[in-house]
Structures are given as C-alpha cells and as structure tokens.
C-alpha cells in the first residue's frame, strides 16, 4: 500500500468515525427532545384546558347571577302594580277591582281571597269605601327558585260615608311572588300596617 493509499483510509476512517458518533449523540439525544417536547404539549393542554374550564364556570355564574337579577326585578316590578292593585278600590268598577285582585293572585291567597271577596265586596258597597294606592318603596327580601319575596311601603287614602274627610293610612305590605308561566303572581300577602289583615 502506498502512501498516499495509507493517508486516503485514515481519513475515510476519520469521517466514519467522526459521522457515526455524531449520528449515535442525535438518535441518543433524540428521544428526551421528543419526551420534553411531549411533556410541554401536555403541560399547555392542560392550562389551557383548566383556563377553559375557569372561564367556562365564571361566564356561568355570571349568566345565572344575570338571570336572577332579571327574574328579581320582573317579580319586584309584578308586586308593586299588584300592590297598587290590592289597595285601590273604586265604587264605580268594583267587580273589575276583585276580578283583577283575583287574576293577580295564585295559590293560598287566592283561595282565600275568594272566600272572603263576596263579605268584603258588600262591606265596600254599603260603607262607599274607595281606596287609593300608591307605592312609596319597594325591594326584593329574598329570591327562591321561582318565588321572589318583596317588601312594598304603600300609601292608601280612603274615603267613606262615614268619614268627612279622606284618611292616609301608611301600610307595609309584605309578598311572596311566584312565576306561574310566564307570569308573576301573588302567592302570599300580609298587609302589617293593617293589624296584619291579609287582603284589603
């Protein structure tokens, strides 16, 4: 062998050398790249499934928060024209004035109100008693699935035969409204400003 021969192998010997242990580091290092590279795909998957999750959770709460507020002032804004409703009474419509008594009320009270209506409509008609109402304040006590308490301030003029002049009673009204459909009704009155007498 000459050489030149001698010199030509020791190189090509060289670049094997040289080109195998390159390729032995990269198919060593090759596995652990994939192995981070796989636990960091992991790892944001995750955040980004819980950020979802989070996010997902909190727009929930903010919709049904959104709902009951909604539902709270419908039923607040149902008690008060209902309160006007129960405190006003005029001598020229007095059936429209219980029929619409009636048609407000559900459960309970409407039950009771019905039994009591035809005493109440002659104590009415033989005293000439017309009634004025007017809501001065309200706010929702408590919201319960489909039921929304409400506390009503009402001011209530009366006017009678018996009186000269009109009296204004001051009457706290306090009442359980309940959805029925797709409408606020009133399961429950209590008129504390009136000795505690349900009704009118």
């Known amino acids: 062998m000459t050489a030149k021969e001698i010199e030509v192998d020791e190189v090509v010997e060289d670049i094997d050398v040289e080109t195998f242990v390159s390729a032995e580091t990269k198919v060593a290092k090759a596995p652990k790249t994939y192995a ?85 409509r002659k104590m009415l008609i033989d005293n000439k008693v017309s009634t004025t109402g007017v809501v001065e304040d309200a706010a929702v006590k408590a919201v319960r699935g489909d039921e929304v308490d409400v506390l009503l301030s009402v001011k209530q003029d009366v006017t009678s035969a018996a009186a000269k002049d009109t009296q204004t009673d001051h009457v706290i009204v306090s009442m359980t409204m309940r959805k029925v459909g797709d409408r606020w009704l009133a399961a429950d009155v209590m008129l504390a400003g009136a000795g505690g007498k349900r009704g009118k």
């Open 36 to 120: 981070i590279r796989r636990t960091l795909c992991w790892v944001v998957g995750a955040v980004i499934i819980a950020l979802s999750v989070a996010a997902g959770t909190a727009w929930g709460l903010v919709y049904l928060q959104h709902q009951r507020d909604a539902e709270a002032a419908e039923a607040l804004a149902a008690a008060r024209g209902y309160a006007v409703t129960l405190t006003t009474t005029d001598q020229n419509a007095i059936d429209k004035n219980f029929d619409d008594v009636l048609g407000g009320a559900t459960g309970a009270f409407k039950d009771t109100y019905s039994k009591a209506a035809a005493t109440m």
